[in-house]
């Protein structure tokens, strides 16, 4: 199992403290069965340059490195906040790739509106490069809440799609993760682990409920989604639209 989405290393942004918290998200991630983690500090483009927050995150890992727990495979990556207005390059996006990969996991407003610029820089960059958004923690925002059929669309576009594992445990938030999960509109999973304790990860937890909810072949279609991104292979989307009808999702 590959965790996509994580804020292990430290003093980067809001994830691991230190570098003894760091180790433990690791260890537990490792117990979990999980194989790769890729590290995805948060990178709001107006607060620092892709070269110095790339340094960082350098530094950030050098802190760590001797702490990663065996067999357990890492990767260097970032979680890239895009609003619309002053978001970076398509050079710089492309910088901030997942190590190894043609992947940029961005992360879009929670609660604004998304506006028509937004739109565009993501298409733009679709369109002139060919590297692939991947949308993090696509159940997080109030715009797929309204409008579930804008998934479809991102895919439409040219992007993937990452859920947080979180999602499937939640009570208000698995039927909605299922339902995705189903129409093929999940490509990649992340723990989206924050820390050892209120925001730790919960992989096999997930697992464990997806499979209980019938789910186990869809679940395992995303790990070999993930399994081919990391190779470095395309990967071949056949999705559903999801729609939403009072409390349901059609
Ligand atoms: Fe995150």
Redo the contacts with the bound molecule.
Sequence with gaps: MIDM???VLPDL?D?AKNEREAQAILEMELAQGVQEVVF?P?YYGKKRSVNDFLEQREKALQKIADRIPEGLKTRLGA?VRLTGVNDPSSDALCKLAIEGTKCV?V?LPFTERWNQSLITRLSEFVGDTDYTPVI??IERYQEVWKNPAIISAFVKMGCLIQV?TAAFLDKKMRKFAFALLKRGLVHCL?T?A?NADTRAPDYAKAKEAAYAAGYGKEWERVQRHMDKIFAGESVCITCEPIHKFLWWYV
Excluded: V
């Design positions: 989405h994580t804020h942004d994830g995805t948060h979680e996991l992360e993090a923690h947080n992340g989206d924050h």
